[in-house]
Each structure stands twice: as structure tokens, then as C-alpha cells.
């Protein structure tokens, strides 16, 4: 086979042959491949770059409350796949509790929880800067996080009834802001009053059925219309069911926060209430990376405990001032 020649013209118009072709220097062949490389990149964004003007931005007003509730997709079907009890479930409740732990240990920025049934709260300051406060950022975490620790820790709680497909768990969630600690508390007690109200109702209807022996359509018809006087009354005089004697849990749901040593009740103002709004919160914003770091990592050294106490009253966050100022308070002697 005939050998191939190659030539090349050269300064002056001399020209000269190679028997073999020739050998570029290495670093000019990195830098060539380099240039082609930036080439199609860029060739790439000025291309293909558009498509980022539909994304909408979903930053958070900021200096507002935070609130991100999750609630369990198709949980009815769910509980009745796995066998709940009715009208509450220690088992489930607890896990939904332990699963809200873990969010709260993963998330410093977050200041408390609230959780009931199958819904939780997570609450984030004012202050926070986490992902920005991109809105879609911080629900997907929330959401994702908890999800992962409810399937995780499922055998724990249910050791007999693993979990199936299609009959596994998921949630939905979303982010609503309240401007002021006032309405933000307001939120906290409503759903608290919403336990409360689905609780003593629930009691009473599944206790007519399962003790009574009466169809879920009888019991339903015959609490249509009763107030709470009511539905205590017939548990106490049928049943001999005294609603102030169950589990804390069940009535108040559960609140999920950071402990420090708790403080005394600070005195009351000349109007005779205390204003949370004018408590000036850690500014997030305003703080260095190094100090909101420093933030975060005092809050994580700090436990995070499950409580079934009363929110509405003002002893809970009186003697909790970290929770709505932000600022970590001191540990509890060991």
C-alpha cells in the first residue's frame, strides 16, 4: 500500500512534506479542545438560555411568618389499609410526631411545630433566610424530609403491617405567611381549637358505634346539630366516659420545639397584656454567614422535645420566649 504524503505551505511560500502526519504540542491540543468545548457551551446558553425566562420567581414577603402545612394524601383509605384504630391511633399519632422530630433537628431555622391527625405545621421566623425564601424550596424540603422519616420509621410503630404498594403514604403541602406574631398565634390556636372540636366529636361517634352498637349513619344522624355540652353528655351518661380523663394527646394534638430552661412570666404592660410584636427578633438578614451558622448550631445543640400542653394561653410562649424572638435561650442543667 502506497504510503500518504502530507504537505504543508509555510512562510515565503516554502513548502515542506511529512511522511507522517504531525504531532501537535499537548498543551496546544488541551487548548483547542478547550476553545471547542466554550464554544458549543455558549453556543448552548445563547441557544437554549431563553427557557429560563418561565420560571416565575416565588420568593416570600420578607419579615413575615412562615408557616408550612403538610397533610397526608388519601390517609383514609391508608388507615383503613393498615388497620388504625378509631377514632385515634397512638401508633400513628407517635409516628407522625417522631417523623416531625427529625424535620425539626434537619431545619434549625425552624421555631416550632404543630401537629394533629394527619396535618402538621412547621413554623419559620420572620428572620429566616433559608433557601432565600423561595417558597417552592422550602415546602419541597419540608415535605420530602418528613415523608422520608414517616417511611423510615414505619416498621418501628407498625412491625406487623408493612407497608404495600399502591398503599404508601405521601403528603401534600403549602406556605401561607402571617405578618404578625398576634396573627401568627392565631393560626397556632385555631388549629388547636380545630383538634379539640374534631376530637370530642370523633370520641363521641365512634364511641356510640363501637359501644353502642349503633350504624355509622344513625350515629351520624343523631349528632347533626349537638354542641360540645352535648356530645359531652352523651358520653358521660351513656358511656360513663368522662372527655376530660383522655389522653392529652388526643385533645391538644402535639407541639414540637427546641427546650432551654424555661423562664418566668415577664410582667404585664400598663394595658395589661404583653405585645409579641414588640419583641425584636433575631434579624437573620441583617447577620453575617458565620453568625447565622453560629445561630444554627446553638439550636441544634439543643433538644427537641414532643408537648401536649395548651397554646392559646399566653404561659406557653411566656415562658418559651426563644420560640418567637429567635434568640436561643440557655440550656438545661444537666
Known sequence: MAQLSYSARLPH????????????NKDYQLSSQRRIRSYFIDMANSKYEY?????????????????VRIDGRGFHKLSDRYGFIKPNDRRALDLMNAAAVEVMKELPDLCIAYGVS????????????LFERRSAKLVTTIVS???????????TY???????PPYLPSFDGRAVLYPTTRILRDYMSWRQVDC????????????????GG?????????????????????????????????????????????????????????????????????????????????????????????????IIKDEFWERRPWILSGKPGKLPEA
Open 145 to 155: 424530609t418528613f415523608t422520608a422519616h414517616y417511611i423510615y420509621q414505619w416498621g
Open 51 to 67: 427557557v429560563k425566562q418561565f420560571e416565575q420567581p416565588d420568593i416570600l414577603l420578607p419579615s413575615t411568618w412562615i408557616v
Open 13 to 24: 511560500n516554502r513548502e515542506i512534506s511529512f511522511d507522517q502526519p504531525p504531532k501537535l
Open 214 to 310: 349503633m350504624s355509622n349513619t344513625d350515629a351520624e344522624r343523631e349528632l347533626q346539630g349537638t354542641v360540645s355540652s352535648d356530645k359531652n353528655e352523651i358520653l358521660f351518661k351513656r358511656f360513663g366516659i368522662n372527655y376530660n380523663n383522655e389522653d392529652e394527646m388526643f385533645k391538644k394534638g402535639s407541639v414540637v420545639y427546641r427546650q432551654y430552661q424555661l423562664e418566668d412570666p415577664k410582667p404585664e404592660s400598663k394595658s395589661g397584656h404583653r405585645d409579641e410584636d414588640d419583641e425584636a427578633p433575631v434579624d437573620e438578614s441583617k447577620t453575617s454567614k458565620s453568625q447565622q451558622d453560629k445561630l444554627r448550631k446553638l439550636r441544634r445543640k439543643a433538644q427537641v422535645v414532643v408537648d401536649h400542653v395548651d
Open 196 to 211: 379539640h372540636i374534631n376530637n370530642l366529636y370523633n370520641t363521641t361517634f365512634w364511641t356510640m358505634v363501637q359501644q
Open 118 to 129: 394527619d396535618e402538621y405545621s412547621f413554623v419559620f421566623h420572620p428572620s429566616c433566610q
Open 158 to 164: 407498625f412491625p406487623s403491617t408493612p407497608l404495600q
